[in-house]
């Protein structure tokens, strides 16, 4: 059977911008995101996982990283919102905790759409990412415990983080690591690594 140039492109293209929107997901079981009650040092923290639906009406995934046991009276702490990449989850937030938590904030940490538990298909790179984020900013700045909100982003997480503070100016502060500023270099990268 001989491929035509037209069939050789077409599945050509299906593989590349597969590769792009629909990377592999970040598979978990929620153990691996640590137990519900632990400790950094002298001090004690839990983890609150919740749901939220972005526009689209997809469940997102999250969790909530706060001191524990709660003070006796409200007090509202800074939250940093942690953001992954495009191959990734909220998982990546464990690695932030014992940096942010000690340091007298909570951190909160999201399976973006199309990514870990998340439902979704397909990834964007930011665009939907960043309506998902603000659904979980206005979620938290609703909270009685959060007094301000900053990003911390990785990757396509990073890319998030900086779309939604385009909108978004009352945003305490930016943590951009490894973000991109061309996706057609984003997808070349990825088409060259396979």
Same mark, same amino acid.
């Given at each position: ?51 939220l ?13 706060c001191?524990y ?24 937030a464990?690695?932030? /905790?014992?940096?942010v ?10 399976? /973006? ?11 964007? /790179? ?14 938290l ?9 900053g ?11 900086? /779309? ?5 100016w ?25």
């Amino acid at each position: 059977m001989e491929l035509s140039w037209s069939s050789l492109l077409t599945e050509s293209y299906d593989v590349l911008w597969k590769m792009i929107i629909r990377p592999p997901r970040s598979e978990y079981a929620l153990e691996n995101l640590g137990p519900i009650k632990f400790r950094i040092g002298k001090l004690g923290f839990c983890r609150e996982d919740f749901q939220l639906r972005n526009d689209r009406g997809m469940r997102l995934e999250c969790s909530h990283y706060c001191p524990y046991p709660k003070p006796s009276k409200p007090v509202s702490i800074p939250c940093v919102v942690y953001l992954h990449g495009n191959c990734s989850s909220r998982l990546e937030a464990l690695d932030i /905790l014992q940096v942010v938590l000690p340091k007298g904030m909570t951190v909160c940490s999201v399976d /973006l759409s199309g990514s870990g538990h998340s439902e979704g298909e397909y990834i964007s /790179l930011g665009h939907f990412e960043q309506q998902d984020l603000r659904v979980v900013v206005e979620h938290l700045r609703r909270s009685s415990g959060v007094s301000s909100v900053g990003l911390w982003g990785r990757s396509m997480g990073a890319a998030t983080s900086i /779309l939604r503070a385009a909108e978004d100016w009352s945003l305490g502060a930016l943590v951009l690591d490894s973000p991109f500023s061309s996706l057609p270099v984003v997808a070349e990268e990825l088409v060259n690594s396979q």
